[in-house]
């Protein structure tokens, strides 16, 4: 996992394939969510989070991220719920869709190594550091 730049942070989670881990800096919690955009409205992002040992398939269905619009949509069960009645999981990643623009100091977060757009392993320090390859670089 690499640490991304707070100023890289929105560039890289829209990229369309992303894989992040959140962490607090104030409790030390982490969660790890799979971030992909839907193949028919580039606004629409589908959000799944790490729910079990294998970091490759064990990824659940949490809710929908509009970038259009700034707002995050959290899985029916939870419409209707307030917000600190959410698990963690899901409080967390709606605490990065509210400041993505502006990511605080006390949030970390980090990418798994793959380019946010078409998920090949990076190998370039500077793509490492940035989250995508030179060749998706265009897209962001």
């Known amino acids: 996992m690499e640490r991304l730049a707070k100023e890289r942070v929105k560039n890289f989670v829209l990229g369309g394939n992303a894989i992040i881990t959140i962490e607090s800096g104030m ?20 959000v799944k989070s790490l729910r ?12 929908c991220y509009y970038a259009d619009t700034k707002y995050f949509h959290p899985e029916k069960r939870y419409k209707g719920v307030a917000t ?10 709606n ?6 623009d502006n990511i605080p100091d006390k949030l970390i977060i980090y990418h798994e ?8 392993r990076l190998t370039t320090p500077e793509s490492i ?12």
């Open 27 to 46: 409790t030390g919690k982490h969660f790890t969510y799979k971030i992909t955009r839907s193949k028919t409205d580039e606004n629409l992002y589908f």
């Open 52 to 63: 079990g040992a294998d970091n490759l398939s064990d990824y659940v269905y949490i809710g």
């Open 84 to 93: 600190y009645a959410w698990p963690k999981s899901l409080q967390a990643i």
């Open 95 to 100: 605490y990065m869709f509210k400041f993505l």
């Open 113 to 120: 190594g793959r380019c946010c757009v078409c998920g090949r």
């Open 129 to 140: 550091e940035l989250g995508v390859g030179p060749e998706c670089a265009k897209y962001v």
